[in-house]
């Protein structure tokens, strides 16, 4: 059969033609259907190699009721996303296993509450199949958008907001935040660490709050005052250690709720003219290696795998997806807890 009219678009009745099968056929393999033979499935999609055919998007969601497209919001303003190489790499993971299932991602952020309507009127549209949102906030409006709008949807992190330990089966992806804190604490006590003071994120998040529980879980009878309080950047860090040595400048070492606040608090040290190791002992939380490897000494972290995580939420959302409305869908995991690991560096 000669080839379509140049410039003209491949329909599926030419696809079918090329391919010797009947449209329905065609419209099974390239919809991701089953029930097609495989020499069947491979002959549509040589056909539809050779002719550069391209589905149409309208009619494709109809026939899968799938649009393709997965909503990822950050509950964070942009400049915070932008800057913080933990967004960077937990939304390279989500973006990579998207592409694996050939769905498109599109970003979302909350600049102020103004932007809560925007976003529930977004995902209440009918614009994509699910969401996956993280650094979500105790008293974040999220929650509560997507149960209303019911746009399926997988956090990440633990869910601390009012009532989640009631709702059941809240789907996330969270690492072992307060046993990797733990693991640091006891790492620094084995070096003959004595005074170990904490720096910890936001207490709005159950991230910072399991790591300074962690933290408490081995230094049972810590003093309050070896604990300071920063919000996950570098210059909340900073700002932290700088507390901690003027009310403890006898502590002999530092646990950082995540590896931007220990940078901080490294700059600090060094200000003061404290010597990392020797007179104060430094550990973080994440392992990104952009900030871990490039201080000076490189930092002791407790490595979770971030990108990894980002690519669990998106199989753990295809997987409800795939299952939603049918019987076994109950059965679906509602959370998954990935462990983590110290990594020694010079800074401890």
């Known amino acids: 059969m000669p080839d379509p009219t140049p410039g003209a678009r491949p329909t599926l009745e030419a696809v079918a033609a090329r391919a010797g099968v009947s449209r329905a056929t065609v419209s099974r393999v390239v919809n991701g259907g089953e029930g097609v033979r495989q020499p069947l499935v491979e002959r549509v999609r040589r056909a539809v190699e050779e002719l550069g055919y391209v589905p149409n998007h309208a009619a494709r969601t109809l026939v899968t009721r799938r649009n393709g497209a997965v909503a990822v ?38 600049e102020g509450a103004g932007d809560y309507e925007r976003i529930a ?14 650094s979500v906030h105790n008293d974040d409006e999220l929650p509560s958008i997507v149960r209303r709008v019911q746009v399926p949807t997988v956090f990440g992190g633990r869910p601390g907001w009012p009532g989640a330990s009631g709702e059941l089966a809240v789907p996330y992806v969270d690492a072992d935040n307060r046993g990797g804190a733990r693991e640091a604490v006891r790492y620094l006590l084995a070096r003959g660490r004595e005074r170990i003071a904490h720096i910890a994120g936001p207490r709005d998040q159950t991230s910072s709050m399991d790591r300074l529980d962690g933290y408490r879980d081995v230094m049972l009878d810590a003093d309050p005052g070896l604990v300071a309080q920063g919000d996950f950047t570098e210059e909340s ?34 200000e003061r003219g404290l010597r990392v190791p020797e007179d104060v002992a430094l550990v973080g939380f994440d ?62």
């Open 73 to 110: 919001i950050i509950a964070e303003p942009e400049f915070r996303i932008f800057s913080d190489p933990f967004f960077e790499q937990q939304v390279r993971g989500i973006s990579r296993e998207l592409t694996a299932h050939d769905s498109q991602l599109v970003l979302l952020w909350v």
């Open 121 to 134: 009127r977004y995902l209440g549209g009918g614009h994509v199949d699910g969401a996956l949102a993280f």
């Open 237 to 270: 860090g900073a700002h932290a250690m700088a507390e901690l040595l003027e009310r403890r400048p006898g502590l002999d070492a530092v646990f950082a709720a995540n590896d931007l606040m220990a940078s901080g608090a490294l700059r600090v040290l060094r």
């Open 287 to 348: 392992d990104m290696a952009s900030v871990a490897e490039a201080t000076d000494p490189p930092l002791t972290t407790v490595r979770q795998d971030i990108e990894g995580m980002g690519r669990l939420m998106v199989r753990l959302l295809m997987r409800t997806l795939n299952q939603h409305g049918e019987p076994e869908a109950a059965a679906t995991p509602g959370s998954v807890i990935t462990p983590t690991e110290l990594v020694r560096r010079a800074s401890a």
